[in-house]
């Protein structure tokens, strides 16, 4: 007799950042916008212009986030909702050997509060966007933005995506996505970056929401020796 399959635990729904943490946030993204050393630190470092971090902490999207006391990179996590994009979470990064971080060379990520999911970073609205780009990571969706000027500007028929990890891409898929769009994939140069295109991955499910014949254009530069944000996390 097979044993009987084992209950899984309740999915405990993802509650929006109460007023507090809202609160919090908005200052931490205030002290990034009051800081134009910060906003010059941050940009040196991810090779960016100072003008896209204040676009992004302009927005909402980017902050100097209070984490074991310290000041963090910090970027907001939205997820979908019946009244627009709704703030569940910071995702805030821990640069190593900082506190709460041991390791000697690589930071790690923490989300405050835990449990709301990998929901990628977006700018725009997925929903009403002729032209979508998704990238890995929020670095790399502000990295393409400054690229394409889109910080001085931010043109209402765009959305940028960036992934957070493996599970992003489910998460991506329960967003409104206009099923008219043209998207453009940009994959990294490693192992996650090829599961894309695997016949189950993000590329073919991505497909199947749009209409025909929109094409969905992917870039996957494996023969690089680095990913597009040159290994920086």
Same mark, same amino acid.
């Given at each position: 007799?097979?044993?009987?399959p084992?209950p899984?635990?309740?999915?405990k729904?993802?509650?929006?950042l109460?007023?507090?943490?809202? *609160?919090?946030?908005?200052?931490?993204?205030?002290d990034?916008? %009051?800081?134009?050393a910060?906003?010059?630190?941050?940009a =040196?470092?991810r090779g960016?212009?100072p %003008?896209?971090?204040?676009?992004?902490?302009?927005?909402?999207?980017?902050?100097?986030?209070s984490?074991?006391?310290?000041?963090?990179?910090?970027?907001?996590?939205?997820?979908?909702?019946?009244?627009?994009?709704l703030?569940?979470?910071?995702?805030?990064?821990?640069?190593?050997?900082?506190k709460g971080?041991?390791?000697?060379?690589?930071?790690s990520?923490r989300? =405050?509060?835990? #449990?709301?999911g990998?929901?990628?970073?977006?700018?725009?609205?997925?929903?009403t966007?002729?032209h979508?780009?998704?990238?890995?990571?929020?670095? *790399?969706?502000?990295?393409?933005?400054?690229?394409?000027?889109?910080?001085?500007?931010?043109?209402?028929?765009?959305?940028?995506?960036?992934?957070?990890?493996?599970?992003?891409g489910?998460?991506?898929?329960?967003h409104?996505?206009n099923?008219?769009?043209?998207?453009?994939?940009i %994959?990294?140069?490693? #192992?996650?970056?090829?599961?894309?295109?695997?016949? *189950?991955?993000?590329?073919?499910?991505l497909?199947?929401?749009?209409?025909?014949?929109?094409?969905l254009?992917?870039f996957?530069?494996a023969?690089?020796?680095a990913?597009?944000h040159?290994?920086?996390?």
């Open positions: 007799k097979a044993p009987a084992r899984q635990p309740a999915t729904p993802v509650a929006p109460p007023g507090p943490a809202m *609160d919090k946030w908005h200052a931490a993204c205030a990034l916008l %009051a800081s134009p910060e906003i010059q630190r941050i =040196a470092w960016i212009e %003008a896209a971090v204040e676009f992004a902490a302009t927005r909402g999207l980017i902050g100097l986030y984490y074991f006391s310290l000041p963090r990179e910090a970027f907001l996590v939205e997820m979908p909702s019946d009244h627009g994009m703030p569940v979470s910071v995702h805030v990064r821990l640069a190593p050997q900082t971080n041991d390791h000697p060379t690589k930071a990520w989300y =405050a509060p835990s #449990g709301c990998a929901w990628p970073w977006i700018v725009g609205d997925l929903a966007a002729e979508i780009f998704i990238v890995e990571g929020q670095w *790399d969706a502000l990295a393409l933005s400054n690229l394409m000027g889109w910080h001085l500007s931010f043109p209402k028929t765009t959305a940028v995506v960036g992934l957070r990890g493996s599970t992003s489910r998460k991506l898929l329960q409104p996505i099923p008219e769009a043209y998207i453009f994939a %994959a990294d140069a490693d #192992g996650a970056g090829a599961k894309w295109f695997e016949p *189950d991955g993000l590329l073919n499910s497909i199947a929401v749009l209409k025909h014949p929109r094409p254009h992917a996957w530069p023969a690089l020796s990913a597009y040159g290994g920086r996390l």
